[in-house]
């Protein structure tokens, strides 16, 4: 087991070294010149002069690999450079964005499984039955509703229907409901149908079958039997879906004003300010691999079988 | 065929219908729009539906039914468009990886595992920014996910036919490795690969008009739902209608689109 896991966190980091290089060549190639779109923003008329010099100070005239080096190494030491637009420290922001971005994602992970998975293992165990027709047409609706629409929509009916919740979140407790609930909305379809999914196919295995036979009660047969064998099954479920989180964050934030990562970066496309851009998608590229690498260990602990497959 | 398999193909040929509806009604939009989509009419701001205006008037007093019309167009094309071309190169990259193997099929492979390792949207949301909104930019962003899921299928499938007798007779035969992919291979697996790519057409519309809100994706004063719909999020309070519909529009589609992916899907496994 030992010897899959230290080879899973090998992979894991070549990954990262191969996503910041793609990370940094995006930026290298992205169009508009930094020291350009700076000296203009000063409000002063460019010259060539100026702009030369601009992009000496900036760095900019090195070649691919010393500025790809320079960056990295000051990455690994958790400087993400210079902010291009005001010339702070770009690490702080994304710190106190991604701190944000933890919070309102913990929430709606949190509200979108308290639901799921009682749902989930409800209609499974009623197959067929009304419930179970009720929980599927539901979560196959909200699995289809894109999480910008339902946060639209539940803008309208509670903040001015009801006039119960600010519309701007802007990182309080209350503001937190609104984003948080838009997120986990879909996020708890998607986990319905697929722990539904999962605990119908363990139910129809052959096990299951033999310990009814022998009169094993209904409740010890899901609960110690069938459940338990799926848990890796549903950790890998969740871990694959914080993918989509992190992408539907930043859709939500930039609606709700929530001051998180997902708000700054979008702020920082507007900007062009690359640095930002670069921290973001290898923080989250970071976060992803390293929570998909958790489940699978996760997995191995509570299913030593997964390592045969 | 059983009772079962009975319902669903039923359920599959509504659904299918449906679908089709919905891509007549964006080829034709163009015909259908009573009024000019883009024409502006400062005296007709924000007017509720009428008889003329069925779904009202935008804040430029633009006919919101012929935005809508029109934007279906862009966002079922722009879906059928993306989901096509990585259907396309997917399926090629995994034949040839699965059919040659070797160093190739290794780069290509590990490539494909490296883009499905990172969340797509927030890569496509990178990539949409750095290449500055606009459609194509919208598309590429998300194309450099998309293609993955085909190779991936495509390969695995292909592996799984390869030394079946007739690919080896007709590689006895003389049978050049193109010809064979073309007429023996790709025949054998397109199937599979086909019901992936309807089940990934909510998917993709769901992340073009995604982008659009974000105003990564298309460029006003073009059409496009999820473009519509921000950008009557600032006055929803005044002039529902004006998201209402596109918000409408959104669902129905991509909800027609999954149902028909999931009912093909369950066909195929019955």
């Known amino acids: 087991m030992t010897g899959r896991i230290t080879k899973r966190i090998a992979e894991l980091l070549v990954l990262l070294i191969v996503l910041s290089i793609l990370t940094f060549l995006l930026m290298y190639l992205a169009p508009g010149d930094p020291a350009q779109k700076r000296l203009s923003s000063q409000g002063v008329a460019v010259t060539k002069e100026m702009l030369d010099a601009e992009r000496e100070r900036m760095g900019l005239a090195r070649p691919f690999f010393v500025r790809y080096g320079e960056w990295a190494w000051g990455v690994i030491r958790g400087d993400f450079g210079l902010s291009l637009k005001d010339d702070m420290p770009v690490a702080p922001k994304l710190r106190e ?77 209350q503001g937190l409901f609104l984003p948080a609930l838009s997120l986990a909305i879909p996020m708890c379809a998607r986990f319905t149908r697929q722990i539904r999914a999962e605990i119908q196919k363990e139910l129809e295995r052959d096990y299951v079958t033999g310990l009814r036979a022998r009169g094993v009660k209904e409740s010890d047969v899901l609960i110690k039997n069938v459940l338990y064998n799926c848990m890796g099954h549903i950790f890998t479920i969740i871990a694959l879906q914080i993918g989509t989180l992190m992408g539907g964050s930043v859709v939500i934030e930039t609606i709700f004003r ?46 030593p079988r997964v390592e045969n497959e | 065929m059983s009772r079962e398999k009975q319902r669903l193909k039923k359920k599959m040929i509504f659904a299918a219908v449906c679908a089709a509806i919905l891509v007549i009604i964006a080829v034709f939009s163009g015909v259908i729009a009573p009024n000019d989509p883009y024409a502006t009419n400062a005296t007709l701001i924000r007017k509720p539906p009428s008889a003329e205006f069925i779904f009202g008037t935008d804040n430029m007093g633009r006919c919101v039914f012929s935005r809508v019309l029109i934007g279906a167009r862009t966002t079922i094309a722009a879906t059928f468009f993306l989901v096509a071309i990585s259907f396309v190169i997917g399926t090629l990259i995994g034949m040839l990886c699965g059919y040659y193997g070797g160093v190739v099929d290794d780069i290509l492979m590990r490539f494909a595992d490296l883009m499905l390792a990172f969340p797509q949207m927030v890569v496509a949301i990178a990539v949409a920014g750095m290449l500055g909104g606009g459609l194509f930019g919208a598309l590429l962003a998300l194309g450099v996910t998309a293609w993955t899921s085909f190779a991936r299928l495509a390969r695995s499938h292909t592996l799984s036919i390869k030394n079946e007798p007739y690919i080896t007779v007709a590689r006895l035969s003389g049978k050049k ?15 599979p690969v086909l019901v992936n790519a309807l089940t990934q057409i909510g998917t993709t519309m769901i992340g073009i008009s995604g982008l659009s809100f974000l105003g990564l994706g298309v460029v006003a004063p073009q059409a496009e739902w999820g473009s519509m719909i921000s950008e009557g999020r600032a006055y929803i309070q005044i002039a529902p209608w004006t998201v209402l519909f596109p918000a409408a529009a959104t669902v129905i589609t991509i909800i027609v689109f999954n149902y028909l992916g999931d009912v093909v899907m369950e066909y195929k496994n019955e």
């Open chain 1, 97 to 173: 964005g991604l701190s944000n971005t933890i919070v309102l994602a913990s929430a709606s992970l949190i509200l979108s499984l308290v639901f799921a998975i009682p749902l989930g293992i409800l209609s499974a165990v009623k197959k067929n039955s009304i419930f179970d027709h009720t929980v599927r047409i539901l979560s196959f609706i909200g699995n289809s509703l894109p999480n910008f629409l339902i946060s639209v929509i539940l803008m309208y009916f509670f903040c001015i229907w009801l006039d119960l919740f600010p519309i701007i979140a802007s990182g309080s407790i």
């Open chain 1, 258 to 303: 929530w001051p998180g990562i997902g708000k700054l970066v979008m702020d920082s496309i507007t900007a062009r300010d690359y640095p930002v851009i670069m921290g973001f998608v290898l923080i989250m590229g970071t976060i992803y691999v390293a929570v998909n690498l958790l489940s699978d260990i996760i997995c191995q602990v509570i299913d």
């Open chain 2, 177 to 191: 490795g193109a010809y064979i992919i073309l007429h023996h291979i790709l025949p054998n697996i397109v199937e």
